[in-house]
């Protein structure tokens, strides 16, 4: 079991920068794929970002890469997401979410994928 909990939400200006953190209890998070999926008002859940659990690969979506980046410190069980360049397409209720797998490389862009999720941070973008 993991235990999933996001902060670093807010409201920002466009253009601005946010960094989001995924803190995870439980056992074993080193071997966990982890990813970043959003929802907008009236707008399926989609895929942001994930990184493997050696921290080797990483994904994007194509309309967050060269402003978004995953990253990950297993000493403390946390995966960030730096958001960079802000726009108001941005808005959503961002989630954390962890994939368990054998595979050191592995990630995943489908959310059924992945096993556990956390509640979600807000995020607002003005413009």
């Known amino acids: 079991q993991v235990q999933l909990v996001e902060s670093g939400g807010g409201l920002v200006q466009a253009g601005g920068s946010l960094r989001l953190s995924c803190a995870a209890s439980?056992?074993?998070?080193?071997?966990?794929?982890m990813g970043w999926f959003r929802q907008a008002p009236g707008k399926e859940r989609e895929f942001v970002a994930a990184?493997?659990?050696?921290?080797?690969?990483?994904s994007y979506a194509y309309s967050v890469e060269g402003r978004f980046t995953i990253s990950r410190d297993n000493a403390k069980n946390t995966v960030y997401l730096q958001m960079n360049s802000l726009s108001p397409e941005d808005t959503a209720v961002y989630y954390c979410?962890?994939?368990?797998?054998?595979?050191?490389?592995?990630?995943?862009?489908?959310?059924?994928?992945?096993?556990?999720w956390g509640q979600g941070t807000q995020v607002t973008v003005s413009s």
């Open positions: 439980g056992r074993a998070f080193s071997r966990y794929a």
């Open positions: 979410a962890a994939s368990q797998t054998y595979y050191r490389d592995f990630t995943a862009q489908d959310a059924d994928e992945y096993n556990y």
């Open positions: 990184i493997s659990w050696s921290g080797n690969s990483r």
